[in-house]
């Protein structure tokens, strides 16, 4: 396992489209996190899994958005309905369980570009 | 709640000079403070990590912090800048205790002159 790795590394599509981007984490990390990350910002937190379960969403994640984590393992995310304002790249981490504590370990990100 | 100041946008060195990239944090709880870096079309890597040890911290490629409650600050500084150094620095602060959800500042570009 070299990693954490998200599938496709680019994305663009018609704005109302959807798109659907994939995470497979460190296979011994139970904890997995989406963020987003704009131009000249840092990233912000999108959801939370611990295994399956999605403990927390921001605010940030309207209805057009979903997020799945079946059976614990790869997570996906799922923007409907796209606006150009989803343009973004969207990172995907993945930590042990513990205290806080542990850093993240990131992946390359999915660049979504929406026209 | 918490949150991260990274006090420059931008901070340019020249080559074999001291890097200085500072960050000031507000936690209620005591807090796990973070380092990352980033280069361009790359994800995040954690360069290092406090976690209430010792309040100086090393990482990867000569950086180090402080952690200074007092000051409510965990700059990062490197004694000698490189060129491969030049990327987007980010700080980021976490509640000890809790789920790892980590409050990420909005980064400092680091540019490096020859």
Redesign the interface.
């Known amino acids: 396992d070299t990693g954490?790795s998200?599938n496709p590394r680019h994305k663009i599509t018609k704005r109302g489209q959807n798109v659907t981007f994939r995470c497979d984490p460190i296979s011994e990390h139970n904890?997995l996190?989406w963020y987003r990350q704009t131009l000249?910002?840092?990233?912000?937190?999108l959801t939370?899994f611990?295994n399956e379960a999605q403990?927390?969403k921001s605010r940030l994640l309207s209805d057009r958005f979903s997020a799945e984590r079946p059976k614990g393992s790869f997570s996906t995310l799922e923007i409907q309905r796209t606006e150009q304002g989803d343009s973004a790249m969207y990172?995907c981490?993945s930590?042990p369980s513990g205290?806080?504590?542990?850093?993240?370990?990131?992946?390359?990100?999915t660049?979504l570009t929406v026209v | 709640a918490q949150s991260?100041t990274q006090l420059d946008s931008h901070v340019s060195v020249s080559e074999g000079t001291p890097v200085l990239l500072r960050c000031n944090y507000s936690s209620s709880y005591s807090p796990?403070l973070?380092w990352?870096v980033q280069h361009p079309?790359?994800?995040?890597?954690?360069l290092l990590?406090y976690?209430?040890a010792a309040t100086l911290v090393k990482g990867i490629n000569g950086f180090e912090a402080e952690f200074k409650k007092s000051e409510t600050s965990f700059h990062l500084t490197k004694p000698s800048a490189h060129m491969s150094d030049a990327a987007e620095y980010?700080c980021?602060v976490?509640?000890?205790?809790?789920?790892?959800?980590?409050?990420?500042?909005?980064?400092t570009r680091l540019a490096v002159h020859p």
């Open positions: 954490v998200q904890r996190y000249g910002q840092g990233p912000e937190f939370y611990q403990l927390e990172l981490a930590s205290t806080a504590g542990y850093g993240y370990t990131f992946g390359s990100g660049r | 991260v796990s973070f990352y079309n790359k994800g995040l890597q954690l990590k976690t209430s980010f980021a976490s509640l000890s205790g809790g789920y790892n959800k980590l409050i990420f500042g909005a980064g």
